[in-house]
């Protein structure tokens, strides 16, 4: 099993979904910097279940536990060891269907590679383990601040077909919070609330896209060949579940255009070289140029449906079945500070690896005071 992301800041993550809990190490966090329980646990509330009427009924906590790494508010510079305890399983729920491969579910393709499954909720593959993601995306989140300042926004950009209106460079994280849907268009958060509301009732999903933005994004992350910013981010967010497609700047839109209107013209602003419009999202030739970077990730509807189902059992068997347990009806509103995790996790990764990749940049590391 592959559980480790990144090159210099490394996250390894564990546990399963009705397991007795999930946790990540982190290696390769810098010592000093400043990290509270708090910082990590608001980012955890973001994502937990039982948040509203349009999320699973799951009632976990997701408390914390910061096991090791961290001392008097600080970074030791050590693997760092986060814990948090599942309290509320119901494997129970999944007995009549342990034996069946759910349709749209990693049930059969698990099998087939690993002989074995963890058929409670998912095991491995359930949701679940996002939690311990986002968990170390709040230290990434605090170091990517410290070096850079980089901003990192995310937000529901659509639910079936309804599309929000929004501006990319405007929008807040206020605006994103202020609904449930985590929309900041407030028309559209109303009818993505009631289309998920009534996919619930009729027992069933909706899919639908996350836009994100990054801010303050140095020029120069990533190589050119394989170790792409944009390949990173796309492996970073295309790692989440139910993701199903990404877009970096204009996107599949780029299909439609002619070199003279994709290129970003090049000018200088205020005695800085910038780029006058930003079809490219902030990233050429695999590498950020200091504009702002923005895109899209594509979730597909939540596997579990309480509708009958085709499939077949263990036995090649086929038979109908109806899902039951707790599920999302549309996983986009808690997806939101998922994506914003990956994306701290690959930038903070990059930032690292910035720091030696030229000789000058070397030379002011090994001549800073103290």
């Known amino acids: 099993m592959h559980n480790t992301f990144g090159h210099l800041f490394q996250i390894t993550t564990f546990g399963e979904s009705h397991g007795p809990g999930i946790g990540v190490i982190i290696d390769g966090c810098p010592s000093?910097?400043?990290?509270?329980?708090?910082?990590?646990?608001?980012?955890?509330?973001?994502?937990?279940?039982?948040?509203?009427?349009?999320t699973t009924p799951r009632k976990e906590k997701d408390q914390?536990?910061?096991?090791?790494?961290?001392?008097?508010?600080?970074?030791?510079?050590?693997?760092?060891?986060?814990?948090?305890?599942?309290?509320?399983?119901?494997?129970?729920?999944?007995k009549n269907i342990k034996d069946l491969f759910?349709?749209?579910h990693a049930d059969f393709s698990y099998q087939q590679k690993y002989g074995t499954r963890d058929w409670r909720g998912g095991g491995r593959s359930s949701n679940r383990e996002t939690a311990a993601r986002v968990a170390a995306g709040a230290i990434a989140k605090k170091l990517n601040l410290e070096l850079a300042g980089v901003d990192v926004l995310a937000w529901v950009d659509q639910v079936y077909n309804i599309k929000a209106e929004v501006n990319i460079e405007t929008v807040t994280e206020k605006?994103?919070?202020?609904?449930?849907?985590?929309c900041p268009d407030f028309m559209a958060s109303k009818k993505m609330e009631e289309a998920i509301l009534k996919?619930?009732?009729?027992?069933?999903?909706?899919?639908?896209?996350?836009?994100?933005?990054?801010?303050?994004?140095?020029?120069?992350?990533?190589?050119?060949?394989?170790?792409?910013?944009?390949?990173?981010?796309?492996?970073?967010?295309?790692?989440?579940?139910?993701?199903?497609?990404?877009?970096?700047?204009?996107?599949?839109?780029v299909s439609q255009y002619k070199g003279s209107m994709h290129n970003d013209p090049i000018i200088l602003r205020n005695g800085k070289i910038k780029t006058?419009?930003?079809?490219?999202?902030?990233?050429?030739?695999?590498?950020?140029?200091?504009?702002?970077?923005?895109?899209?990730?594509?979730?597909?509807?939540?596997?579990?449906?309480?509708?009958?189902?085709?499939?077949?059992?263990?036995?090649?068997?086929?038979?109908?079945?109806?899902?039951?347990?707790?599920?999302?009806?549309?996983?986009?509103?808690?997806?939101?500070?998922?994506?914003?995790?990956?994306?701290?996790?690959?930038?903070?990764?990059?930032?690292?690896?910035?720091?030696?990749?030229?000789?000058?940049?070397?030379?002011?590391?090994?001549?800073?005071?103290?």
């Open 175 to 182: 605006e994103v919070e202020m609904h449930i849907t985590r």
């Open 102 to 104: 759910r349709p749209g």
């Open 199 to 253: 996919a619930k009732e009729e027992g069933d999903s909706l899919g639908g896209a996350v836009k994100f933005r990054i801010k303050n994004c140095p020029a120069g992350l990533g190589g050119p060949v394989f170790n792409k910013l944009s390949s990173s981010l796309a492996n970073a967010l295309m790692s989440i579940n139910a993701t199903k497609g990404f877009e970096l700047g204009v996107g599949s839109q």
């Open 32 to 54: 000093l910097l400043p990290i509270s329980e708090q910082e990590i646990q608001k980012e955890l509330n973001r994502r937990k279940p039982g948040q509203s009427a349009i």
């Open 276 to 370: 006058l419009s930003n079809h490219a999202g902030g990233i050429l030739g695999g590498i950020s140029n200091g504009e702002t970077i923005y895109g899209s990730l594509y979730f597909k509807p939540t596997a579990t449906i309480k509708k009958m189902q085709k499939t077949v059992d263990i036995h090649q068997k086929e038979i109908e079945f109806q899902a039951q347990g707790r599920h999302d009806p549309c996983v986009l509103p808690r997806a939101v500070p998922i994506v914003e995790a990956m994306l701290h996790l690959c930038l903070a990764d990059h930032l690292l690896q910035s720091v030696s990749a030229n000789l000058p940049n070397l030379k002011r590391f090994f001549s800073l005071p103290g």
């Open 64 to 94: 914390v536990q910061i096991q090791s790494g961290i001392f008097e508010g600080k970074t030791l510079g050590s693997p760092i060891s986060l814990y948090i305890a599942n309290e509320d399983q119901h494997s129970q729920d999944y």
